[in-house]
């Protein structure tokens, strides 16, 4: 279940509407009551995301996509994110989390590019 504590304004999620899911951007009224909780769920992160929010894919190294000071290997299926400034690696299932980590070691927002 998604939760408040683990999203920020900002966050794209999936939102229930009575005809299935759509994908919305979180904002300050969205975290009132169980309103998260009740009508959201978490986006699972894939290649289209990343080359929305501008990662380019590395054509001389399979599953590598790189975006600024970082990168996300995929492998076997595991989406790892890393930077360049240090050596930890996380695994990223969610978009929510690929956007909070990105914020967390940046301190900018990620977003759709254009």
């Known amino acids: 279940m998604l939760e408040k504590k683990d999203l920020r304004v900002g966050n794209w999620v999936a939102f229930k509407k009575p005809s299935g899911f759509d994908y919305c951007r979180l904002t300050k009224s969205s975290f009132e009551g169980n309103y998260i909780s009740n009508n959201f769920k978490s986006v699972k992160i894939d290649e289209s995301w990343l080359t929305d929010f501008g ?17 996300v290997h995929i492998d076997d299926g595991v989406y790892w994110l890393f930077n360049d ?14 956007q909070n980590a990105f914020f967390a070691l940046n301190r900018t927002d990620l977003d759709f590019r254009q």
Do not use: S
């Not at 990662?55 to 990168?71: I, S």
């Not at 400034?85 to 690929?98: M, T």
């Open 55 to 71: 990662f380019k894919k590395v054509f001389f190294k399979e599953g590598f996509y790189l975006f600024e000071n970082f990168a």
């Open 85 to 98: 400034e240090n050596d930890n690696r996380l695994i990223i299932k969610y978009v929510h989390e690929l």
